[in-house]
């Protein structure tokens, strides 16, 4: 008989930020699991965020796309709300929303600071705490927070964003440790370099820079696609990972092995 422990048959999942990148191709993946799956992103990016929801439609599983900004705290859980309303319930939230600034540290801004770390650890905070509410109430949920390998190690040019990162998977940590006990796992991913549109756009390197400087750093000697972190966040959702929680599972081709 085959082993039944990954699949997402029936389950319903939020991913934030799916317009584009890493949250495109999680929500996508977890619709070829079995997922229902709720596209969500700021409103500027509802247009791509539908595309999102065609991919996920073509799966042939149920989907819708709701505008969620999650620098506006008081507006998650209502939106979490109709998304419980639309689909009955909530399982699995992908807490993907996140923007990076890269800069020396002497030259970073309290605007910097504040729009890093309010979208990447609070508005990731009050995602996981609205989220939990009708898992709690049902005794089962998953919580899996995009960190970066940059939340287990360091690097130049990016205090702010190295700073959130390191918050997600201290969060994470604190939040598995609450919600265990309502069968709600809260785990993290830490992806490596990938390449996706916010990504590119923010490194301004020659493709000889970049190669040159993945040589020495990355073991995989390349950037990942989006779709190579699929995996990581199936288990983490799926029945196989019940005892897995508090953790981080870093995606990284090998960047924190050396
Ligand atoms: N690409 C990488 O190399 C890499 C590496 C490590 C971690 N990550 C993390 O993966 C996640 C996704 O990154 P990506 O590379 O796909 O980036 P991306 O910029 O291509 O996509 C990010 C998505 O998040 C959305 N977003 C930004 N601010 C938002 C807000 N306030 N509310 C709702 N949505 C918002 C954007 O509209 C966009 O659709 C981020 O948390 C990022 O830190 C990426």
Redesign the pocket.
């Known amino acids: 008989m085959p082993y039944s422990g990954f699949s997402l048959d029936g389950k319903v999942a939020l991913v ?9 191709a999680l929500a996508a993946g977890l619709a070829e699991a079995g997922a229902n799956v709720a596209v ?3 409103t ?2 509802l247009e ?2 539908r595309d999102t929801q065609s991919r996920v439609e073509a799966a042939g599983v149920k989907s819708a796309t709701y505008p ?5 705290i008081n507006s998650i859980s209502p939106v979490i709300g109709r998304i419980v309303d639309d689909f009955g319930k909530l399982d699995i939230l992908i807490n ?5 600034i890269r800069k020396p540290a002497l030259e970073v801004t309290e605007a910097d600071w504040d729009a890093t770390l309010d ?2 650890l609070k ?1 990731l905070f009050f995602c996981a705490q609205a989220a939990a509410r009708p898992m709690i109430a049902q005794g089962w949920g998953r919580i899996i927070n ?5 939340s287990a190690v360091g690097s130049v040019d990016r205090a702010p ?1 190295i700073a959130s ?1 390191h918050g997600v998977a201290g969060l994470t940590r604190a939040l598995a440790a609450e919600w265990a006990q309502f069968g709600v796992t809260v785990n993290a991913i ?10 590119l ?1 923010a490194d301004d390197r020659t493709p000889e820079q970049v190669q040159a400087d993945l040589d020495y750093r990355m073991p995989l000697g390349r ?2 696609q ?1 779709h190579e972190l699929t995996g990581a966040a199936l288990y983490l959702a799926s029945p196989a990972a019940n005892a897995t929680t508090g953790h981080l599972l870093l995606v990284d081709g090998g960047w924190t092995a050396l």
Do not use: H
């Not at 995009?146 to 940059?150: E, M, R």
């Open positions: 934030t930020g799916a317009a584009r990148g890493i949250g495109a969500s992103d700021m500027t990016r791509l965020a969620l900004d999650v620098l506006d993907n929303a996140g923007i990076r979208t990447n508005g995009i960190g970066s390998q940059f964003y990162k830490g992806p490596g370099p990938t390449e996706t549109p916010g990504m756009a950037r990942m989006p």
